[in-house]
């Protein structure tokens, strides 16, 4: 007679996913009551588009690889690839790429919804989570930039904060364009894995985000993260230039080309 093995569902989470109570859900819900409110006030659109996206769709976060299953979960529907958005932006694009004749320029949307992300997960960083986002599509006004601004801070006051608890951060893809152009960065991957490295300033300071411009960077566990592989120079004067703490207005409008 042979024992029955014991097959009961484990009762542990998958790493990098939480169950949520009441309590937490009831203050997120009053955040994006008032986030809606805001949103409404400046004539942003609601738009809601599927957790899943033709994994090419999404093509810029996947690996040269021939099954995209870094980054993302992906599964093979027939003869094409399917991926859980990775964020917001992407979807928005295809959305308005099949809807650009219909849509009002510029189009404003907001959109609120779970995304999922295929890395390793760490104290705060779940692979599951809600983001939010609020974009202007078909204008380059800097007044929509001014505009969006003036926005998050009517949002941040209307959820509890005061003027003296936050600042809102502004940056141009047009000053990392003009600095890849003196370094003469031209290769697209090498490019993102730069710009990858920046966003981690204030999370690993400039020492750590040095690794990743260079070769690479090993964290506290061993797992290693190759780098965009610039020279020590070009590194040097990235560092140079983005520490800068009060550039010259005129160096400022000369980069933006204000419209």
Partial sequence: MTKEKNNKPSKELPLG??????????VRDFIISNIKEVMI????????????????????????????????????????????RYDLTAPLARY???????????????????????EKPGP??????????????????????????????EILEKCGLSKSEYIIKISSRKITEELFKKINIKDNQQRLTTL????????LGWSGVKELLGEGRKDKSGDFTKGANLNPNDVKTIEETLKK???????????????
């Fill in 196 to 203: 990858r490295a920046l966003d981690k300033i204030d999370r």
């Fill in 124 to 153: 705060g960083r779940f692979r599951e989570f809600l983001q939010f986002d609020a974009d202007y599509v078909g204008t380059k006004s800097l007044q929509a930039d001014a505009e969006l601004c003036v926005m998050i801070s």
């Fill in 41 to 84: 006030k400046y004539g942003f659109q609601y738009l809601e588009t599927p957790s899943f996206e033709y994994s090419d769709s999404i093509g810029k976060f996947l690996p040269d690889k021939e099954r995209p299953d870094e980054g993302v979960f992906s599964f093979k529907d027939e003869n094409k690839w399917l991926s859980l």
């Fill in 96 to 118: 308005v790429a099949k809807n650009f004749l219909e849509i009002p320029k510029p189009f404003k949307r907001y959109q609120l919804g779970t995304v999922w992300r295929n």
């Fill in 245 to 259: 703490s009060s550039p010259k207005t005129e160096d400022l409008i000369q980069i933006l080309k204000i419209f």
């Fill in 17 to 26: 996913f939480v169950d949520r109570q009441e309590k937490e859900l009831l």
